[in-house]
């Protein structure tokens, strides 16, 4: 069983940053821990689907959606079996609820995590 709890969200204005936390604990069925297991975040604003924003493989190997390609940059510290999200220059079409996401396999930006948080909320201005 995999717990995530997000934090750190907040209201900005545009241009500002904000870093999110995702605190990790637990494994898979399967055995598999943080370390090993592909972690993302996604973020979803009340009128919109839920998208990818940023993923990191088994690998190590990171992936961006391109509206935040430049802006945002996801992390993992395992010795605190936290993920981080630093966003950089936020702009209004930013503003959504962002969730955390692990899954022991897939390690892309499609909606398909197995395991996700309560999410944290994130408003621009």
């Known amino acids: 069983h995999v717990q995530l709890v997000e934090s750190g969200g907040g209201s900005m204005q545009a241009g500002e940053s904000l870093k999110l936390s995702c605190a990790a604990s637990?494994?898979?069925?399967?055995?598999?821990?943080?370390?090993?297991?592909?972690m993302g975040w996604f973020r979803q604003a009340p009128d919109k689907e839920r998208e990818a924003v940023a993923v990191?493989?088994?690998?190590?190997?990171?992936k961006y959606s391109d509206s935040v390609k430049g802006r945002f940059i996801i992390s993992k510290h395992n010795a605190k079996n936290t993920l981080f999200l630093q966003m950089n220059s936020l702009k209004p079409e930013d503003t959504a609820m962002y969730y955390c996401?692990?899954?022991?396999?897939?390690?892309?930006?499609?909606?398909?995590?197995?395991?996700w948080g309560q999410g944290t909320q994130v408003t621009v201005s």
């Open positions: 990191l493989d088994s690998d190590g190997i990171t």
């Open positions: 637990g494994g898979t069925t399967s055995g598999l821990t943080i370390r090993e297991v592909c």
């Open positions: 996401a692990a899954d022991p396999s897939y390690g892309g930006l499609g909606d398909v995590y197995t395991y």
